[in-house]
């Protein structure tokens, strides 16, 4: 470990002439000092320090790593347990001294720090943002092998909530289900997991419905590792174990655009026509369905895929489940490309051409809004294109969402989470509804 995180460091250096001084962040309290949040050290500590140390913060200067941080209060041994000092945490890291916080301030007068508002950044913040978007885009073996298993733990966590939906009858029980398994792991959720009926509502955070029989369950849940890695899944499985015909045709058309993406994600390859690869399959799939007329490729052109696919087809994955999106689109936008004002485009993430070792979620979907559809229904601008009496056959799909996280590699990619399937009646196996 140690190994990895000097290399880190050498890197940033090769690339930022600079001091660099990284926080790690406080857990904020929610009433009394000692009653605090769960503390989460940010991703760029965490990258050259490689453990979420409370409080502390890290001087990368001169070839050698500084780590300031106070000795524990006296009363915490009582209260906490035993802790390691800051001498160990800092053999521990690799850090070639430490100091206490209070000489924070003298030592690192020279330093360049993220500034809070990246609008307004002084030349040598700008080098150091774009140095921290150049190492933590394409990931070392230890990134990766984290990742791997946080989607082995994510893998096990959806797993557990389709064998666990037949038996619950909310939302909140199947969340729990699949929770477990990442708590039992020592893995935190890498975000708030979204397991609902209502997938239409796509950062949907309730968990209060029943589950009817009818309905679709739309889970998109993921884990990250101790050390902060990120796995992003979404499956879409039927409450009862079996789809409804029009739900496994509408299932099946966007498990085409997953499937397309896939297969032509190799380095080289534009992000942007992965996500066009995505949208034109999906129109596709609906003009074979009878529920949008015209060719593929003028109904994108004309952004009206977006009506029932309105974000982008992914995004960066590391330390951050939308990774590096801290720092606006500085790491999701090569230089000098900026988002577009169209409506199927602006939601896209990541623009950049893939290269080895990035990783990135693949994740089409197909969404009934009533907030998009109802007025684009009566202004009938779209009436040329949209079958609107046969997507009423469509009624019992609110929202379906296919996310797998995926490596690039030299020749092409490996899907980190193959390993849970993706074909529909493997998920009807998964949930029990055929025995
Ligand atoms: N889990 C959030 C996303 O897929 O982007
Ligand atoms: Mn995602
Ligand atoms: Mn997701």
């Known amino acids: 470990m140690i190994d990895y995180l000097a290399q880190r460091r050498a890197d940033l250096a090769q690339r930022c002439p600079y001091p660099v001084l990284l926080w790690a962040g406080d857990p904020p309290s929610r009433n009394f000092p000692a009653n605090t949040y769960p503390f989460r050290a940010s991703s760029h500590f965490l990258y050259f320090a490689g453990r979420p140390l409370p409080g502390a913060a890290l001087l990368l200067a001169e070839g050698k790593a500084t780590l300031f941080m106070?000795?524990?209060?006296?009363?915490?041994?009582?209260?906490?347990?035993?802790?390691?000092?800051?001498?160990?945490?800092?053999?521990?890291?690799?850090?070639?001294?430490v100091y206490p916080l209070a000489d924070l301030l003298q030592q690192t007068v020279d330093a360049v720090t993220l500034p809070p508002d990246l609008t307004q950044v002084s030349d040598r913040a700008m080098a150091l943002v774009q140095s921290l978007v150049d190492l933590r885009l394409r990931h070392d073996d230890w990134a990766l092998a984290e990742m791997r298993f946080a989607a082995q733990v994510s893998v096990q966590a959806h797993r557990a909530g389709m064998a666990a939906t037949r038996q619950s009858t909310t939302e909140a029980e199947v969340r729990a289900a699949i929770e477990q398994v990442m708590i039992a792991h020592q893995c935190p959720c890498a975000y708030n997991s979204i397991v609902t009926t209502h997938g239409e509502v796509l950062h949907n955070e309730h968990y209060h419905h029943p589950l009817q029989p009818g309905d679709l369950l739309l889970v998109d849940a993921g884990a990250e590792t101790p050390q902060g890695w990120a796995a992003d899944i979404t499956r879409t499985w039927p409450v009862s174990g079996q789809f409804l015909s029009p739900q496994r045709d509408l299932y099946n058309v966007v498990l085409a655009a997953h499937d397309a993406c896939i297969a032509a994600a190799r380095p080289g390859v534009e992000y942007r026509d992965l996500h066009l690869l995505a949208c034109r399959t999906l129109a596709a799939g609906l003009v074979d369905l009878g529920i949008l007329r015209g060719q593929p490729d003028d109904l994108v052109e004309r952004d009206?895929?977006?009506?029932?696919?309105?974000?982008?087809?992914?995004?960066?994955?590391?330390?951050?489940?939308?990774?590096?999106?801290?720092?606006?689109?500085?790491?999701?936008?090569?230089?000098?490309?900026?988002?577009?004002?169209?409506f199927g485009l602006g939601y896209l993430r990541l623009d950049r051409p893939l290269a080895?070792?990035?990783?990135?979620?693949?994740?089409?979907?197909?969404?009934?809004?009533?907030?998009?559809?109802?007025?684009?229904?009566?202004?009938?601008?779209y009436d040329d294109a949209v079958?609107?009496?046969?997507?009423?056959?469509?009624?019992?799909?609110?929202?379906?969402?296919?996310?797998?996280?995926?490596?690039?590699?030299?020749?092409?990619?490996?899907?980190?989470?193959?390993?849970l399937p993706v074909v529909a009646e493997e998920l009807e196996a998964l949930v029990g509804g055929k025995g």
């Open 304 to 342: 009206i895929h977006a009506l029932f696919f309105p974000h982008g087809v992914g995004h960066l994955l590391g330390l951050d489940v939308h990774d590096m999106e801290d720092l606006g689109d500085w790491a999701g936008y090569a230089p000098g490309r900026q988002r577009s004002s169209r």
């Open 70 to 97: 106070d000795e524990p209060a006296p009363s915490a041994a009582l209260w906490h347990g035993p802790t390691p000092s800051p001498a160990a945490q800092a053999e521990g890291i690799g850090a070639q001294a």
């Open 387 to 419: 079958n609107w009496e046969r997507l009423e056959d469509f009624a019992s799909v609110r929202g379906i969402r296919i996310e797998d996280d995926v490596l690039i590699t030299q020749e092409g990619c490996d899907v980190l989470t193959a390993a």
């Open 356 to 381: 080895p070792r990035m990783v990135v979620t693949i994740e089409p979907g197909f969404y009934q809004v009533p907030g998009l559809l109802t007025p684009a229904r009566q202004s009938g601008q």
